[in-house]
């Protein structure tokens, strides 16, 4: 059974960092994808980043870019999200997702909020 296990949410503030960690257990295919997405209060689920294990490729959303930075190591079965410079429209529950052959799995969330 594939889990996925999100912590290093919290509150903080403006400007602040958080790590988010995703640990991804019950596979063992090498070929997927991980990913984290962020909801809202009353807004759509949202891509913020992923990275590809076969090749290390990574995707940051525009908003982003340059503050959030994506890793995984693999001895850990970790995918891990460093978030710089929060701001407080970054205050979400953010998922991880794995996809491995073709299906989506998903972990509980973490909330992070940011004030301002």
């Known amino acids: 059974e594939v889990q996925l296990v999100e912590s290093g949410g919290g509150l903080v503030q403006a400007g602040g960092s958080l790590r988010l960690s995703c640990a991804a257990s019950?596979?063992?295919?090498?070929?997927?994808?991980i990913a984290w997405f962020r909801q809202a209060p009353g807004k759509e689920r949202e891509g913020v980043s992923c990275?590809?294990?076969?090749?290390?490729?990574?995707y940051y959303t525009d908003s982003v870019k340059g503050r959030f930075t994506i890793s995984k190591d693999n001895a850990k079965n970790t995918v891990y999200l460093q978030m710089n410079s929060l701001k407080p429209e970054d205050t979400a529950a953010y998922y991880c997702?794995?996809?491995?052959?073709?299906?989506?799995?998903w972990g509980q969330g973490t909330q992070v909020t940011v004030s301002s």
């Open positions: 997702s794995a996809l491995i052959l073709g299906n989506n799995y």
């Open positions: 019950g596979f063992t295919d090498d070929a997927y994808v």
């Open positions: 990275i590809s294990n076969s090749d290390g490729s990574t």
